[in-house]
T-cell receptor, first 114, second 111 residues
């Protein structure tokens, strides 16, 4: 009930391409969906987050698409750059209890080739 | 946003000993959280630390093993007690008002 499933496990994209990472959740009480970027040896950094009252949110090259009926959300990285090479985690929480009590997906290792 | 620091950044410890990890937030937050990230894996929530009350632990984590203190709204500690090699992991704290920000982590190796 609390799981967040993330795919793919790894992704290789050419510079300038679009990177797409997908997540699916089971708990319909989840109402906050952030994405984190983590570089080796660093803590996760918040990239972008969405609430289920909107279907899409864009910040620069990063876009979250959200499908409430399918219980799925995805991260799109436009014009991917070698500096985007990192591990990406989706997460979910219930705002009523706490934004911070996050359930994480398994992570996606993104490699952007120059 | 919130800036979170942790100490130590890494440590190598002997089996049976304990290590206390400190987490400092640059602003007051109601809740702080402790996560564990095993090498190459995702993050798992250990416990929620509230100021003025006992921490709330997730399934599989117990207070005797991971005692937590939260003396004020900007600071928390996590102790990993009676360590074994299975406790080798990265320990992360997080905090924030709405959005959650993470510290850089403490990389623990238990020999």
């Amino acid at each position: 009930q609390q799981q967040v499933k993330q795919s793919p496990q790894s992704l290789i994209v050419q510079k300038g391409g679009i990177s797409i990472i997908n997540c699916a959740y089971e708990n319909t009480a989840f109402d906050y969906f952030p994405w984190y970027q983590q570089f080796p040896g660093k803590g996760p950094a918040l990239l972008i987050a969405i609430r289920p009252d909107v279907s899409e949110k864009k910040e620069g090259r990063f876009t979250i698409s959200f499908n409430k009926s399918a219980k799925q959300f995805s991260l799109h990285i436009m014009d991917s750059q070698p500096g985007d090479s990192a591990t990406y985690f989706c997460a979910a929480s219930i705002v009523g209890t706490s934004y911070g009590k996050l359930t994480f997906g398994q992570g996606t290792i993104l490699t952007v080739h120059p | 946003s919130a800036v979170i620091s942790q100490k130590p950044s890494r440590d190598i410890c002997q089996r049976g000993t304990s290590l206390t990890i400190q987490c400092q937030v640059d602003s007051q937050v109601t809740m702080m959280f402790w996560y564990r990230q095993q090498p190459g894996q995702s993050l798992t929530l250990i416990a929620t630390a509230n100021q003025g009350s006992e921490a709330t632990y997730e399934s599989g984590f117990v207070i005797d093993k991971f005692p937590i203190s939260r003396p004020n709204l900007t600071f928390s500690t996590l102790t990993v007690s009676n360590m074994s090699p299975e406790d080798s992991s990265i320990y992360l704290c997080s905090g924030g008002v709405n959005e959650q920000f993470f510290g850089p982590g403490t990389r623990l190796t238990v020999l």
